[in-house]
Nanobody
Framework: QVQLVESGGGLVQAGGSLRLSCAASGRTFSLYYMGWFRQTPGKERELVATIKWNDGRTFYADSVKGRFTISRDNAKNTVWLQMNSPKPEDTALYFC??????????????????WGQGTQVTVSS
């Protein structure tokens, strides 16, 4: 069983900063991408940022480019999402996820195999 444990969510003012973290543990697993999705009620889960594990390439949703940064610690199977200058529209439940079956890039949450429980981020105006 693979476990993803997220932390760092909470309430933040617009223009402030917040850092989410996610640590993966459990049985041996392949790890091609590790990233963050978010979801609000009535909307589909969307990719925020992901990092390709073997070479560190990063991918971001257009809506967060220049404001959010994803980083990793290979040895600890941990990723962080640094959220700078968040906006009220960034308010969502944020999920950490691992893509383990293939190395091709995809924004489709259905291609990710392991998920955390989610951490709420609320940005006040």
């Amino acid at each position: 069983q693979v476990q993803l444990v997220e932390s760092g969510g909470g309430l933040v003012q617009a223009g402030g900063s917040l850092r989410l973290s996610c640590a993966a543990s459990g049985r041996t697993f392949s790890l091609y991408y590790m990233g963050w999705f978010r979801q609000t009620p009535g909307k589909e889960r969307e990719l925020v940022a992901t990092i390709k594990w073997n070479d560190g390439r990063t991918f971001y949703a257009d809506s967060v480019k220049g404001r959010f940064t994803i980083s990793r610690d290979n040895a600890k199977n941990t990723v962080w999402l640094q959220m700078n200058s968040p906006k009220p529209e960034d308010t969502a439940l944020y999920f950490c996820a691992i893509k383990a079956r293939s190395s091709y890039y995809s924004t489709n949450p259905g291609t990710y195999d392991y998920w955390g429980q989610g951490t709420q981020v609320t940005v006040s105006s």
